[in-house]
């Protein structure tokens, strides 16, 4: 493996950081902020990860490179073995951005370990649930028919819309 210069890259995430604090637009500001968050996430620094996301990112947008950042903040969180925080935050990008989807589903899968029940009470509202209940359906795809089945009548009874409940009834 390659061993990474975690010096190099903590300047790296400092200089980000400047650039952040004086650029203007704020599609500039959140490319910034993506490397920022990228930077401290693969120099294995965790914590500072997740705490610029936090700070530097303060409104959901619709945007890939917004979902990017949630999904090195999910995976900072389960590196801190926050599992449950980590499978939350896979499971808002799973649902949406298209993208990242692939990736999400994994970081999820690695995250919950089967055990969705202590997620529902992190979900804000139905839908979100639903999408637990959907990924769900997905993980235990190899396992048990009934526990397949049963994550798909609760996402259809929580949003009959929710998007993969099809995939899951093909």
Known sequence: TTKRDSV?????????I???????????????AYQDIRMA????????????????????????LYYRSLSL??????RAKKNNASAYLYSLVFDRCDELKKEAY????????????????????????????????????????????SAMQNAYSLDPKVRGIDILMT
């Open 106 to 149: 994994t970081g999820f899968k690695w995250a919950v370990n089967g055990k969705i029940s202590p997620l529902l009470a992190l979900c804000k509202n139905e839908h979100e649930k639903a999408v637990i209940y959907v990924m769900q359906g997905l993980y235990d795809y190899d396992g048990e028919r009934s526990t397949m089945l």
């Open 18 to 32: 400047k650039r952040y604090e004086v650029a203007k637009k704020p599609a500039i500001r959140l490319r910034y």
């Open 73 to 78: 903040k999910a995976g900072a969180l389960y």
């Open 41 to 64: 996430f693969y120099s294995g620094n965790n914590n500072m990860a997740s705490d610029l996301f936090n700070s530097m990112i303060t409104t959901r947008e619709d945007n890939y």
């Open 8 to 16: 190099a890259m903590q300047s790296l995430v400092k200089e980000a």
